[in-house]
């Protein structure tokens, strides 16, 4: 409980939130890392998985290969990075490592969202003189939203909670908070940090769960 009541009191500090070691900069640098990596594991994941839907072919191989992925761990995958060329570009590894962290949540849920679209809606628009292109785009793709928006959110939730790891790499980020906490045998920074970056992604999930609930609306109300 007095480890809770000093956490309770850095965060209330106000010198802990300014500064280049403040809480607000160090959380720039942690939504920055985010975003950049969901949206490179976005432009990766889901036009495969898109077009992989909507063709029926090399989806399930696609999906168990990147769900062996999940098996690996994000640490192991950084450190090993390290020792690699691409450890001399700053936060390179990180980006890769995160990135490959992300991609089969949204790989997944996107393929499975395109699969589970009715057959007899995709036929009736083929019936009715669409093209594939204009299939995928205006039928498939906004059935399936709600499954891809659900795999963008888990991979952004994911993300927030992993992305302390460039802490260990020389990066920045929230995750900074809890090494320097550690380096100072000071149990309520740690988990301070631990509490900022699990408020941040709590905040990320309800943000993503709303753009969830909304996607299909503004689908419809465009048609």
């Known amino acids: 409980m007095n480890t809770l009541a000093e956490a309770w009191r850095w965060l209330t500090d106000p010198a802990h939130w300014t500064g280049d070691d403040g809480v607000w900069h160090r959380l720039a640098q942690h939504l920055v890392l985010t975003a950049v ?3 490179v594991s976005c432009l990766i994941a889901l036009p495969v998985a898109l077009v992989l839907g909507h063709l ?3 989806g399930a191989l696609a999906v168990n290969l990147s769900n062996v992925g999940r098996a690996v761990p994000t640490f192991a995958v950084l450190v090993l990075l390290l020792l690699t060329p691409l450890g001399r570009y700053g936060e390179g ?3 890769v490592a995160l990135v490959l962290f992300a991609v089969p949540p949204l790989l997944t849920n996107a393929y499975v969202g395109m ?4 057959r007899g809606v995709v036929r009736a628009a083929r019936g009715m003189g669409m093209t594939g292109r204009q299939i995928l785009f205006r039928v498939e793709l906004p059935l399936a939203l709600p499954m891809v928006m659900n795999g963008v959110r888990i991979a952004a939730v994911q993300l927030v909670a992993t992305a302390t790891i460039a802490a260990l790499a020389g990066g ?3 995750g900074r ?3 320097a906490g550690f380096n100072l045998a000071s149990t309520p920074q740690v988990v301070a940090g631990a509490v900022l970056v699990a408020v941040f992604a ?3 999930e309800g943000v993503f769960e709303t753009a969830e609930r909304l996607a299909p609306r503004l689908v419809r109300g465009s048609r």
């Open 37 to 39: 990596c969901l949206v």
């Open 56 to 58: 029926g072919k090399g």
């Open 93 to 95: 590894p990180t980006i």
């Open 115 to 118: 699969r589970e679209v009715d």
């Open 172 to 174: 920045g980020g929230l």
């Open 177 to 179: 908070i809890i090494t």
């Open 202 to 204: 709590l905040i990320v």
